[in-house]
């Protein structure tokens, strides 16, 4: 069973960086049958994709974040990152960590989400 747990969010002003990182386990590296990705949801508006990792260890951005989100992982902690800079207030969001099955946005399993409140 994948659990993830996330942390760091927080408060920030526009300009800002923050990073988000997300403990796991039940899906160890190299063995697991899922990639990893970050999500997120706005007040008002459904979950979406931010970014995530392919099976090859490439990497996907949704276009709102290009340039300025960097997903990231390390194995040996199995820790999933995303490192955000220039924040924006529609960056505002619940930032949610998840298993996805490899090659899609498809999520089997979500960490609990961590809040991001840019100002």
């Known amino acids: 069973h994948v659990q993830l747990v996330e942390s760091g969010g927080g408060s920030v002003q526009a300009g800002g960086s923050l990073r988000l990182s997300c403990a796991t386990s039940?899906?160890?590296?190299?063995?697991?049958?899922?990639?990893m990705a970050w999500f997120r949801q706005a007040p008002g508006k459904e979950r979406a994709g931010v970014a995530r990792?392919?099976?090859?260890?490439?990497?996907r951005y949704a276009d709102p974040v290009k340039g300025r989100f960097t997903i990231s992982k390390d194995n040996a902690k199995n820790t999933l990152y995303l490192t955000m800079s220039s924040l924006k207030p529609e960056d505002t969001a619940v930032y949610y960590c998840?298993?996805?099955?490899?090659?899609?946005?498809?999520?089997?399993?979500w960490g609990q989400g961590t809040q991001v409140t840019v100002s």
């Open positions: 998840a298993a996805v099955v490899c090659g899609t946005w498809y999520a089997r399993y």
């Open positions: 039940g899906n160890p590296y190299p063995y697991s049958p899922y990639c």
């Open positions: 990792l392919t099976s090859d260890g490439t990497t």
